[in-house]
């Protein structure tokens, strides 16, 4: 069983939108995850940090998303176990693999999981 399931991504043509969604299964304690997001990894490229979300609420967006990107998280009270990416606007140069994060951190510890990745392709 995947620990961060994702689903959503596809092909869509420039400027139309997607959803992302992932969620952490419940070999994963809740209470332990503090932070999760998305990154994304293009071809020949780093991966890089778009936008994540903590368990208070507080969003962040990199640059090149804000604007055009909003993450939100589910409703269960004092917990952060799912989050959707709505992505507006899309434009080629974001094909990518998108990869769900999710920061835990207990104790002095910390540790991070990752989905296996969804591929996100913007084209005509």
């Known amino acids: 069983q995947a620990q961060l399931a994702e689903s959503g991504g596809g092909l869509v043509q420039p400027g139309g939108s997607l959803r992302l969604s992932c969620a952490a299964s419940?070999?994963?304690?809740?209470?332990?995850?503090?932070?999760m997001g998305w990154y994304r990894q293009a071809p020949g490229k780093q991966r890089e940090r778009i936008a994540d979300i903590t368990k208070g609420g507080s969003a962040y967006y990199a640059e090149s998303v804000k604007g055009r990107f909003t993450i939100s998280r589910d409703n269960t009270k004092n917990t952060l176990r799912a989050v959707t990416l709505q992505m507006d606007n899309l434009n080629p140069e974001e094909t990518a693999v998108y990869y769900c994060?999710?920061?835990?951190?207990?104790?002095?510890?910390?540790?991070?999981?990752w989905g296996q990745g969804t591929q996100v392709t913007v084209s005509s």
């Open positions: 994060n999710a920061h835990l951190t207990y104790s002095v510890a910390e540790h991070d999981y």
């Open positions: 419940e070999s994963i304690r809740a209470s332990y995850i503090k932070v």
